[in-house]
Every structure is written in structure tokens, then in C-alpha cells.
């Protein structure tokens, strides 16, 4: 089981900062997606955050002037996160079966990556005691490269016409419900390989069974 007392680290220290306001910045959001997960996002004090970050609660209240302000930021994050995603180009020359399977493999690694559950974990603190703060995040923008997907499929006759967004919708949920929330809600590990090759093959036959053209 997952040990929610060791939060994950969000922003890797690999990524360029030129400066040092950059730095910091980055050094108070993931002392935030720290205090959110191990603490949950109402208990988090922004004393407490800026103790973590190391900096002073003035040059915290400089960057972020509330946790509201913190929360955004790591919507943000999530958001820089898929935009460094590769765009999924469809190829009428492929087998539609193979490039599902790799598309959906792309997707799970993505969500399952320690960064990414880090931050959804303390995004989610949030919005559950919050659900208004949930209106916030834009599930199209987190599925829109599957949807672009979707949408050339269909354009190519690969796929039956349909409501692409809500298609990438179905074909990301499945995936999602057994390889990303048991991790996020029940502190489950992330599945292994072969767990992970299993829920795929099944996703994209159920998937191809509704929208395949037969």
C-alpha cells in the first residue's frame, strides 16, 4: 500500500529555472502538493508551506496570496504537464487496434507517473471536501489529445461517427478506473506491467465492440 505519509514529489528538480524568483516559485508549490497530500488541503497551513519551501511567509504571500492561489497552481502544473504530452497522429495505414493499444498505454503512463499522482492527490484534497472547486478543472482540456485522436478516426472511417469528445471520454474513464483512482483513493500501488498490458486489451476491445466499424 501506498505510504501517504511520504508525499511524492511534483516538480522535478531536473526542470530549467533561470531564476532564482523561478526557483522559489516552484520550491512553494511543491512544499503545497506536499502539505495537501500529508495533510489534506483544509488542515494545510500556509505557514506551515512556506516553512517547507524554506522561504519567508512574506516572499510566500508574494507568489501565492491564499491556498485558492496554491490550488490554481497546481492545476496549472497538471495542465504544463499535458501540453508536454506528443500529439497522437492517427495513420489510416495502421492497425486501429495496435494504435488504441498505444495510445492507451501513452495515457497510463502518463497518470501513473509519481508526478502526476502527487499532484492530482492534492488537487483532489480539495475538491472533495470542495465540489465546487472541482468546476475548475476542464476534463475536456486532460482528454483533448484523444479526442483530436478520436476526431481523425472518424474523418478516415476508421471509427463510427459519434460524439468524439464523449468517445475519448468512455476510452480515458476506463482506463482511469482501474489503473489511476484505486492508486489515488485507496492508496493502492500503481499495477504492474502486466496489469497494466491487461487493462489496456481489454479497454480497447470493449472500446473497438462499441465505435469499431464492423
Known amino acids: 500500500m501506498l505510504d501517504k505519509s511520504k508525499p511524492q514529489s511534483a516538480i522535478p528538480e531536473s526542470r530549467p529555472r533561470e531564476r532564482l524568483t523561478d526557483r522559489k516559485r516552484a520550491s512553494i508549490v511543491q512544499a ?6 500529508q495533510h489534506g488541503y483544509f488542515a494545510a497551513s500556509m505557514n506551515g508551506i512556506a516553512d517547507a519551501a524554506s522561504v519567508s511567509k512574506r516572499t510566500l504571500y508574494n507568489h501565492f496570496d491564499s ?15 499535458v501540453e508536454q504530452l506528443p ?16 495510445l492507451a498505454q501513452s495515457e497510463i503512463d502518463f497518470f501513473t507517473s509519481e508526478d502526476v499522482q502527487a499532484l492530482s492527490r492534492a488537487g483532489l484534497s480539495r475538491v472533495l471536501g470542495e465540489p465546487d472547486a472541482g468546476q475548475q ?20 472511417g476508421g471509427l463510427l461517427e459519434a460524439d468524439a469528445e464523449f468517445a475519448a471520454m468512455q476510452f480515458v474513464g476506463l482506463l482511469r478506473t482501474f489503473a489511476f483512482w484505486p492508486t489515488i483513493v485507496h492508496g493502492e500501488p500503481s ?15 470493449m472500446f473497438l465492440s462499441r465505435y469499431g466499424v464492423r
Open 32 to 37: 503545497a502538493v506536499e502539505a495537501f497530500q
Open 67 to 81: 491556498k485558492e492561489a496554491l490550488f490554481d497552481a497546481i492545476l496549472e502544473e497538471l495542465k504544463f504537464r
Open 87 to 102: 500529439e497522437c497522429e492517427f495513420d489510416e495505414s495502421r492497425d486501429l487496434a495496435e494504435q488504441l493499444t498505444e
Open 137 to 156: 478543472v476542464d476534463q475536456r482540456f486532460f482528454i483533448r489529445r484523444v479526442t483530436t485522436w478520436m476526431k481523425r478516426a472518424q474523418a478516415s
Open 191 to 205: 499495477p504492474s506491467r502486466r496489469k497494466r498490458n491487461q487493462i489496456v486489451a481489454h479497454t480497447v476491445e
